[in-house]
C-alpha cells in the first residue's frame, strides 16, 4: 500500500511540473500612446516654415492630408493624421525632414502649399530641391513672399551641431532674414513702423550679448555662435537706432499675440497701448544650441474698439532649438545677496569663493556648480565667517543666498530656491490631477521679511490691497514655500508696493508709513531701452523678482532704516 501511494503521489507531482513546463506566461495588452510609431531617422535638413504653408509633397508624393475644413463648426479643428504628420495630417512651423525621403544623390524634391477653405489656389505653391549634407546641417527658410519683398521663397542657412566647449554653458547666434514689408498696416496710433537693418542681441536690460552678434546685416545673414553661462533669459533683438523686435505671442495668452503697428507693443486695447514688446523667457539648458531667427512674421492687430482685427507681417525675432540639451540633472546655479546693513559680503562654497564685495541691499552674479552636499558660507570683508548653513543642492535648481539680521541682529544666512519656470497652479482638476500654466512672459513676484523690528509684514498694492497668501503675515527669515510668488500682467495698470505691520487675526494691518513705498517703475531696469526713440515706458517690466524688507525699524538710522529692495532673477 505505501509503495501504490508513493507512486501515486509521485504522478501527481509530475502531472503538476508538467502543466506547470506548458503553461505560458500570460501578457497584458499594452496600449502604444505614441503619435508617431514608425521608427524614422531625420536627415540633417530643417524645414522652418514662416510663410504658413500646411501642405507639403515629397518627390510626388503627399505626406500631408490636404484636408480642407470651414472655419466654423464641430469639427472645424480635427485634422486627421498622416504617416509623417500624425498630429494632424498638416505641416508646422518646423520639420526634420526624415531620411528615408532622400535618394541616392541625398536630394529631396519639395513641394510646399496652403489648402485652407478660402486658399486653394496652386500659384501660392513653392518647389525647392533640399540637399542632405552630413558635414553642414542645413535650415531651409520658407519665407512670406507673398507679403513681403527682398528676401527669396527659401533661404538656406547653415545650421551648428557641436556641443558648447563648456558643458554648463549653451550656444546661441542671430540670423537676419528681415525683408521690406508690402502695404504696411496703419494703427490708431499712427502707421506701421520700419523694422529692418542690422540688429544685435541684447539682454533683458538692452546690455548686448557680444561683439560677434551685433550689427548682424541681411547680407550676412547669420552670426557665430556665442557660449553663454546656461540659465532663464529674456534675450531681446534690438535696431542700431536702438527699436525693438518684437516675437510672436505664444498660445499662453491670446492678447499676447497682438500687436500695434506703430510701437511693435502689446495693446492694452484699441485706444492705448501697453510699450511691453513681447520677448519670450526661457530656461536655455547646459548643452543646448539655440538661433535667434529675424525675418517677416504674422501678427494681429486691432483695427476697432470692439475686438476685432486683421492681420500684418513684420520683421520679428524668434527662438529655434537647434539641438535639444539633455535634462539637466548635473547643474545648479547660486547667487548671493547682502541684507545687513554697513556689512559687505562674499560668498564661499566648498571653501570656493564665488562672490565678493557685495554690498548692502545688492545681489551677485550666478555661479553654476555642480549638485551635492554643500557648505556656504557668507563672509565679510576681511574673509570672516559671518554665517553658514550646509544643505544638499539640487539640479535644475535656482538658489539665493540671503545674508540677513535675526532680531537680536545675529548674521544668518538663509537659502531660497526661486521658482524660474513661468509655471502657476491654477486649480485642481476632476480627474484628482493638476492644472498648470506654463508662461514664456511673466512678471512673478516673491516677498521677504529680512528686517529687525517687524514681525509681521503684510505686503500690499495701493490703498491695502492684496490678492494672495503670498503676501500677508510674512515673517523675519520665513519665506512662504507654498505658492509663494504674486502674478502681473502685459497691460496691467500702474501700482505701488506698500508694507503695512499686521498681525495673524489683522490683515492688512497700518500702514508703515516710514518704510517708503516701491513704486511700479522700479521694476524697469533700463529705462532707455523703451523711451528709444520717443516711445514711453511700460508699467513694469517681466521676469522673476524677489521683494525684499531688509534694515531696521527699532532705533533706525538713515543708513539702516527699514527698506524694500528687489533682486531680479532672470537675466
Not at 514608425?38 to 510626388?60: D, P, T
Not at 539665493?400 to 491654477?426: C, E, I, M, R, Y
Not at 502674478?487 to 487675526?505: C, E, M, Q, V, W
Amino acid at each position: 500500500m505505501r509503495t501504490l501511494s508513493y507512486k501515486i503521489l509521485s504522478l501527481c507531482f509530475g502531472i503538476m511540473l508538467l502543466a506547470q513546463a506548458c503553461k505560458k506566461d500570460k501578457i497584458d495588452t499594452k496600449v502604444d500612446n505614441r503619435i508617431l510609431t514608425e521608427n524614422r531617422v531625420s536627415s540633417n535638413v530643417r524645414i522652418i516654415n514662416l510663410a504658413g504653408f500646411n501642405q507639403v509633397i515629397a518627390n510626388g508624393d503627399s505626406l500631408t492630408s490636404f484636408i480642407v475644413r470651414p472655419s466654423t463648426g464641430p469639427d472645424s479643428y480635427k485634422y486627421p493624421g498622416t504617416s509623417y504628420f500624425p498630429t494632424d495630417g498638416r505641416l508646422g512651423q518646423t520639420w526634420s525632414i526624415p531620411q528615408n525621403l532622400f535618394n541616392q544623390q541625398e536630394t529631396a524634391a519639395l513641394k510646399f502649399g496652403v489648402r485652407n477653405i478660402n486658399e486653394t489656389n496652386d500659384s501660392f505653391d513653392i518647389s525647392m530641391v533640399a540637399k542632405n549634407d552630413y558635414n553642414t546641417p542645413t535650415d531651409y527658410v520658407l519665407m512670406p513672399t507673398r507679403y513681403t519683398n527682398g528676401q527669396s521663397e527659401v533661404a538656406a542657412i547653415p545650421r551648428g551641431v557641436a556641443s558648447p566647449s563648456k558643458p554648463d554653458h549653451f550656444k546661441i547666434r542671430i540670423v537676419n532674414l528681415s525683408a521690406n514689408i508690402n502695404n504696411p498696416a496703419y494703427g490708431l496710433s499712427g502707421s506701421q513702423e520700419d523694422l529692418r537693418g542690422p540688429v544685435s542681441l541684447a539682454f533683458a536690460d538692452g546690455t548686448l550679448v557680444n561683439n560677434a552678434t551685433n550689427n548682424i546685416t541681411a547680407a550676412n545673414k547669420a552670426s557665430e555662435y556665442v557660449e553663454l553661462p546656461y540659465g532663464t533669459y529674456q534675450f531681446r533683438v534690438l535696431l542700431q537706432d536702438g527699436k525693438q523686435l518684437p516675437s510672436p505671442g505664444s498660445s499662453e495668452d491670446y492678447s499676447l499675440g497682438l500687436i500695434d503697428p506703430a510701437t511693435s507693443s502689446i495693446p492694452k486695447d484699441y485706444y492705448k497701448v501697453s510699450h511691453q514688446v513681447y520677448a519670450p523667457i526661457q530656461t536655455y539648458q547646459p548643452g543646448g544650441v539655440y538661433t535667434i531667427l529675424v525675418a517677416p512674421q504674422r501678427f494681429d492687430y486691432l483695427v476697432d474698439d470692439i475686438g476685432n482685427n486683421s492681420f500684418l507681417y513684420q520683421n520679428a525675432f524668434r527662438v529655434i532649438t537647434d539641438v535639444s540639451a539633455p535634462a539637466n540633472q548635473t547643474y545648479f546655479r547660486l547667487q548671493a545677496a547682502n541684507a545687513i546693513a554697513g556689512q559687505v559680503m562674499g560668498l564661499k562654497v566648498n571653501g570656493k569663493l564665488i562672490a565678493n564685495h557685495i554690498a548692502y541691499g545688492n545681489g551677485s552674479d550666478y555661479a553654476n556648480l555642480i549638485k551635492g552636499n554643500y557648505t556656504v558660507e557668507a563672509l565679510d570683508a576681511s574673509g570672516n565667517v559671518l554665517a553658514s548653513v550646509t544643505q544638499e543642492l539640487r539640479p535644475s535648481q535656482n538658489y539665493t543666498a540671503w545674508l540677513h539680521p535675526d532680531q537680536t541682529g545675529k548674521a544668518k544666512l538663509l537659502l531660497v530656491a526661486n521658482d524660474l519656470s513661468g509655471t502657476s497652479f491654477t486649480g485642481p482638476m476632476d480627474d484628482a490631477t493638476y492644472a498648470r500654466q506654463a508662461k514664456k512672459f511673466f512678471f512673478s513676484k516673491r516677498f521677504l521679511n529680512l528686517s529687525i523690528g517687524n514681525p509681521y509684514i503684510t505686503f500690499t498694492f495701493d490703498n491695502g490691497q492684496y490678492n494672495s497668501n503670498a503676501v500677508v503675515n510674512i515673517q523675519p527669515g520665513l519665506p512662504v514655500f507654498e505658492q509663494p510668488y504674486i502674478g502681473g500682467f502685459a497691460t496691467g495698470d500702474a501700482y505701488n508696493i506698500l508694507a503695512y505691520r499686521s498681525k495673524p487675526n489683522v490683515v492688512p494691518g497700518t500702514w508703515a508709513n516710514d518704510i517708503e513705498t516701491l513704486p511700479h517703475d522700479v521694476f524697469i531696469a533700463n529705462k532707455t531701452l523703451y523711451q528709444k526713440p520717443n516711445k514711453g515706458l511700460p508699467v513694469d517690466e517681466p521676469g522673476v523678482y524677489t521683494v525684499a524688507l531688509i534694515g531696521t525699524s527699532t532705533n533706525a538710522t538713515p543708513t539702516n532704516k527699514a527698506k524694500m529692495i528687489i533682486i531680479k532673477h532672470t537675466k
